[in-house]
């Protein structure tokens, strides 16, 4: 059995700190819960955001730069790169290879994400803390994908 340390969403653990006050509780964890393996983490919490809070997704724009905002223009940009930075940070000191995060979210997502018209829809992509993990060499797993990883 794996000793390594993974880094989780801890919505995925049952902590309510999604934007709208819930958790994404996922019993399949307990486990890796159970093993003192995962640390949990929420990199909007970390980056100063309240619970709850509006919801957020990636504003997609001309210059291609980044816009993280909430349906009625309040930009929360700085706080979603401070958050993902955090993250990055636990995962480089705790020497973690793999984590597993919130699909679609515009922090945790990966592969997909919602296509900033808060539509539902989702678009490919990947959230801020997502891509900056992917960027410094880490895997980054969700909840419908997580047992590709070899985790246990």
């Given amino acids: 059995m794996s000793k390594e340390i993974y880094l989780i969403s801890a919505c ?10 819930t958790s994404s509780r996922t019993d399949e964890f307990k486990n890796l819960l159970d093993s003192g393996r995962l640390i949990p ?14 919801p957020c997704e990636i504003i997609p724009q001309a210059n291609s730069g980044l816009k993280i905002a909430t349906k009625c223009g309040l930009d929360c940009t700085s706080e979603f790169q401070e958050g993902a930075q955090k993250v990055l940070e636990m995962a480089k000191i705790c020497h973690v290879k793999k984590v597993i995060l919130k699909a679609n979210s515009p922090s945790c997502g990966s592969g997909s994400i919602y296509d ?21 060499d880490i895997q980054v797993y969700n909840e419908l994908n997580w047992k590709s990883g070899d985790f246990i």
């Fill in 116 to 136: 900033g018209t808060f539509s539902g829809k989702l678009t490919e992509g990947y959230g801020v803390t997502s891509k900056l993990l992917v960027e410094n």
């Fill in 41 to 54: 983490i929420c990199p909007e919490v970390l980056g100063g955001l309240d619970t709850p809070r509006k």
């Fill in 12 to 21: 995925l653990l049952g902590f309510n700190c999604r934007y709208n006050g």
